[in-house]
């Protein structure tokens, strides 16, 4: 395989030169430090650009996108067509297509970006000390930010957008199944902002796709600032638990929909099949619903014929399941169903007694992304609210709404299921770190 890096020519926008080398190589480890040093040395540069600049460099990453949609898509069909010929999941098969809608989608994210305002600068908090001094808290890039993906090439904009807006280098590793499309959409988009302005290593794909080569950016500590991974549970705990670099911890969507006693039953119905079939293949769509003993009756019926209506197949515990004796989209949970991130057509379905069952329901088995309650109850939406330790609580709306778009931040890095430095969806601000700047004019401090 040969490895491209910021020396070698870029593609031209729409070139054929975006057919790359087929997706399977070993870098070695000198090879991926090698990438990591040409990121921090952009990032220097980076840090100090002015919104102006980032900003055209974004609009212009959008254009190209747009210009070089047919061979992004060629690419991108080569991988789709390795996946199938490999019996890849329909559901994976879909985070990894790309289509004309959804090339024009990520140009519209980058564009989006470029309105957004820029954090880099902001101050987050200031005073003036007793002693004259005036203190300052700012908004100021990470550095170098790797990100770790699986499948969703869409990913390699969103997150070279959102990691340029916000001052920093992006160097990403997306999964050896993505190779051709991301390969692809790299060199577009990198060769765009370089034509605008930014440092050439601004944007770059980590040579290699086998597994050490994500082995040797976890352990680039001191060149990488951190790493964000976003995928599967095997994949992000291989991250936490083997990096030396930090990590920001995006978590799997084993999200739940709690439909209350006091639930408007009808409105129930409709946010669950929204939240489970919009699009089964995303970290927000539910995974479980829980519904109250005394709405079960009336409930279960009607969730049943409209989740099968909608292809979807119900996992169900005892007392669900004898709501609905003859359905046949309806087979029997075991206990894994209750933690498993389906990504598909399925979903774990159980009745409670009560709202707090609920909650110890979602503690058990929950991970942390969104859980959402359908009810009438303003005393029972503040207790689930209290109760429930997730990054996103929804009251009466559909768990979808977790994204970074949605909230108005933009593209989003990732969903965040852990609670220090970020949570929930990762924005602009989120790729920030602070620093302190202290202004005198000649204070020194008294011996103590």
């Given at each position: 395989m040969t490895v491209l890096d910021s020396r070698e020519p870029r593609a031209a926008v729409g070139s054929p030169a975006v057919a790359v080398e087929p997706g399977s190589g070993a870098a070695t480890r000198e090879d991926v430090l090698a990438a990591a040093r040409r990121s921090r040395?952009?990032?220097?540069?980076?840090?100090?650009?002015?919104?102006?600049?980032?900003?055209?460099?974004?609009?212009?990453?959008?254009?190209?996108?747009?210009?070089?949609?047919?061979?992004?898509?060629?690419?991108?069909?080569?991988?789709?067509?390795?996946?199938?010929?490999?019996?890849?999941?329909?559901?994976?098969?879909?985070?990894?297509?790309?289509?004309?809608p959804r090339?024009?989608?990520?140009?519209?994210?980058?564009?989006?970006?470029a309105a957004l305002p820029d954090p880099v600068g902001e101050v987050v908090r200031g005073s003036v000390l007793p002693n004259g001094l005036r203190l300052q808290q700012i908004r100021v890039p990470m550095g170098v930010v790797a990100i770790i993906y699986e499948a969703r090439p869409n990913v390699t904009a969103d997150a070279a957008g959102i990691a340029l807006k916000s001052g920093n280098a992006a160097?990403?590793?997306?999964?050896?199944?993505?190779?051709?499309?991301?390969r692809a959409l790299v060199d577009v988009l990198a060769a765009a902002a370089e034509r605008a302005g930014l440092p050439a290593d601004a944007v770059q794909l980590v040579p290699?796709?086998?597994?050490?080569?994500?082995?040797?950016?976890?352990?680039?500590?001191?060149?990488?600032?951190?790493?964000?991974?976003?995928?599967?549970?095997?994949?992000?705990?291989?991250?936490?638990?083997?990096?030396?670099?930090?990590?920001?911890?995006?978590?799997?969507?084993?999200c739940h929909v709690y439909v209350d006693a006091a639930a408007d039953l009808?409105?129930?119905?409709?946010?669950?099949?929204?939240?489970?079939?919009?699009?089964?293949?995303?970290?927000?769509?539910?995974?479980?619903?829980?519904?109250?003993?005394?709405?079960a009756e009336r409930f279960v019926p009607a969730a049943v014929a409209a989740l099968?209506?909608?292809?979807?197949?119900?996992?169900a515990d005892a007392a669900f399941a004898?709501?609905?004796?003859?359905?046949?989209?309806?087979?029997?949970?075991t206990e894994t169903d209750w933690d498993t991130e389906y990504l598909s057509l399925d979903i774990a379905a159980a009745v409670v007694p009560d709202l707090d069952a609920a909650v110890a329901h979602i503690a058990a088995h929950g991970s942390g992304h969104t859980e959402a309650i359908v009810t009438g109850s303003l005393a029972a939406a503040d207790r689930f609210v209290a109760r429930v330790d997730a990054a996103a609580v929804m009251v009466n709306a559909s768990t979808a709404f977790t994204d970074g778009g949605e909230?108005?931040?933009?593209?989003?890095?990732?969903?965040?299921?852990?609670?220090?430095?970020?949570?929930?969806?990762?924005?602009?601000?989120?790729?920030?770190?602070?620093?302190?700047?202290?202004?005198?004019?000649?204070?020194?401090?008294?011996?103590?």
């Open positions: 040395a952009a990032a220097a540069d980076l840090a100090v650009l002015p919104r102006a600049a980032k900003d055209a460099a974004l609009l212009a990453m959008a254009d190209a996108l747009e210009s070089a949609a047919d061979a992004i898509l060629q690419a991108n069909a080569k991988d789709v067509a390795a996946a199938e010929a490999t019996g890849t999941p329909a559901s994976l098969i879909d985070r990894l297509r790309l289509t004309g090339v024009t989608a990520m140009a519209g994210g980058l564009r989006d970006l160097l990403l590793r997306g999964s050896g199944s993505a190779y051709h499309s991301n290699g796709t086998d597994r050490e080569s994500v082995k040797y950016l976890m352990t680039a500590r001191g060149l990488v600032d951190v790493i964000i991974p976003r995928g599967g549970a095997g994949l992000i705990q291989a991250v936490v638990n083997g990096s030396t670099v930090p990590v920001i911890e995006t978590g799997v969507g084993n009808d409105m129930a119905l409709e946010l669950l099949i929204n939240s489970k079939a919009r699009r089964p293949s995303v970290c927000n769509a539910a995974e479980n619903v829980l519904v109250h003993a005394d709405v099968a209506e909608a292809g979807v197949t119900v996992h004898a709501l609905v004796p003859d359905a046949t989209t309806v087979v029997p949970a909230f108005g931040f933009g593209a989003e890095i990732g969903i965040s299921t852990q609670k220090l430095h970020a949570r929930g969806p990762m924005g602009l601000a989120e790729l920030t770190s602070t620093k302190y700047v202290v202004t005198g004019a000649g204070q020194v401090r008294a011996s103590s």
